[in-house]
């Protein structure tokens, strides 16, 4: 199934993504509601029947559990395709995050923000990109993967 092919490709996809992408390949424009809501369906029963997950906007594979496995971050495609901001889950935010601080062993939170969003593949850092690259780092915090100590952000020990 077409909706299956993609999951395994591009999984964690933001639905909308996904959405497109099916419509692409039967050669339409844009999804438009009726489309978004036949893929909607799709993706709920392969999430009920155990071979996607839903977490949010993002379906993610059945294999992969977002709130502990490593996610690799991924950049620009081969082409130098950029997915929006929003089409980046949270985690992948917080993975990309957590790769700079074990690079540079600890940063201000500012320049961990920065960093992230350019190993994610943006050039502009952008108060857009603050926020969900932000979303990523109290992923981090949260999960206990790193300390913030005045203002600076390191590994946990």
Request: proline residues 6%; charged residues 20%.
């Amino acid at each position: 199934m077409l909706v299956n092919r993609i999951i395994a490709a591009e999984a964690p996809i933001h639905f909308d993504a996904l959405s497109q992408r099916v419509v692409l390949c039967y050669r339409l424009t844009r999804p438009g509601t009726r489309s978004a809501q036949v893929v909607g369906q799709v993706v709920s029963e392969a999430a009920s029947e155990g071979r996607c997950k839903l977490v949010g906007e993002f379906v993610w594979g059945a294999n992969v559990d977002p709130n502990r496995d490593f996610i690799v971050p991924r950049g620009p495609t081969i082409k130098g395709e950029m997915r929006a901001p929003e089409h980046i889950p949270p985690e992948e935010w917080a993975a990309a995050a957590g790769l700079v601080i074990q690079q540079a062993i600890g940063l201000p939170r500012e320049e961990l923000l920065k960093q992230t969003a350019i190993l994610l593949g943006f050039c502009r850092f952008t108060p857009k990109l603050r926020s969900w690259a932000d979303a990523g780092v109290t992923i981090l915090l949260k999960r206990g993967l790193a300390a913030e100590r005045n203002g600076n952000v390191t590994v946990s020990s």
